[in-house]
């Protein structure tokens, strides 16, 4: 079985301040990661994924995030937060079952951006 | 490229009445997923579709959800009868092929039930 933990249900980050969103997983298998953002009234969009190759996966916005297998981590940082970055964070894992492969998702983690 | 296209956006429903859901997914996509946020918490897989065969719907209440796929294409989720416990966000999503590759979310649906 796999599941993801999210450290934090809510952060609250300076405009310009570094933004850290903290995902740990668990998986029987070498993962598929995945960063998805949520506005207010929206589906999921996706920032980044991590599948196979560099353990720094650069995304969208300006967002990062690092696979660490030691640590069974896969962190979400953004240097500079901005004011649009406000939103609901959503961490993810797949196992590579092929066809039957399923998405978990965490609990997520808001992100408030202040002035 | 047109994306997941999910209806309604809203609906308001007394418990114990039965409510539908459509998705139609990206063309040409193969998997098709139907996922439950609710308030709070991360979006939980339901059902998920491969074509028009069933993959997974192990967390599928079956006594009173139920999906289908037609022709591999259009999808329609519906709760019959409807608890206060269902109310939820009901997202729809659709991929390619198998998981590695992204997976694309429509707007979702808003069930209120009162």
């Known amino acids: 079985a796999q599941s993801v933990t999210q450290l934090g249900s809510h952060v609250s980050v300076s405009e310009g301040a570094l933004v850290l969103l903290r995902c740990n997983y668990s998986?029987?298998?070498?993962?598929?990661l995945f960063w998805y953002v949520q506005y207010p009234n929206q589906g999921l969009q996706l920032l980044l994924k991590?599948?196979?190759?560099?353990?720094l996966v650069k995304g969208i916005n300006g967002f990062e995030a690092e696979f660490k297998k030691s640590e069974t981590s896969f962190h979400l940082t953004k240097p500079s937060a901005h004011m649009s970055d406000a939103a609901e964070y959503f961490c993810?894992?797949?196992?590579?079952?092929?066809?039957?492969?399923?998405?978990?998702f965490g609990t997520g983690t808001r992100l408030q951006v202040t002035l | 490229e047109a994306g997941v296209a999910q209806s309604p956006r809203y609906k308001i429903i007394e418990k114990r009445q039965s409510v539908a859901f459509w998705c139609n997914p990206i063309?040409?996509?193969?998997?098709l997923y139907w996922y439950q946020q609710i308030l709070g918490q991360g979006p939980k897989l339901l059902i998920q579709?491969?074509?028009?065969?069933?993959?997974?719907d192990s967390q599928l209440p079956k006594d009173r959800f139920s999906a289908e796929r037609l022709k591999g294409v259009d999808s329609t989720l519906k709760i019959q009868p409807a608890k206060l416990e269902d109310s939820a966000v009901y997202l729809c999503?659709?991929?390619?092929?198998?998981?590695?590759?992204?997976?694309?979310f429509g707007q979702g649906t808003r069930l209120t039930v009162v």
């Open positions: 999503a659709s991929s390619p092929g198998p998981l590695g590759t992204e997976a694309f």
């Open positions: 998986s029987s298998v070498p993962p598929y």
């Open positions: 991590y599948t196979t190759g560099a353990t």
């Open positions: 993810a894992v797949s196992d590579r079952g092929g066809t039957a492969s399923k998405l978990t």
């Open positions: 063309s040409g996509h193969a998997t």
């Open positions: 579709f491969q074509n028009n065969g069933v993959v997974d």
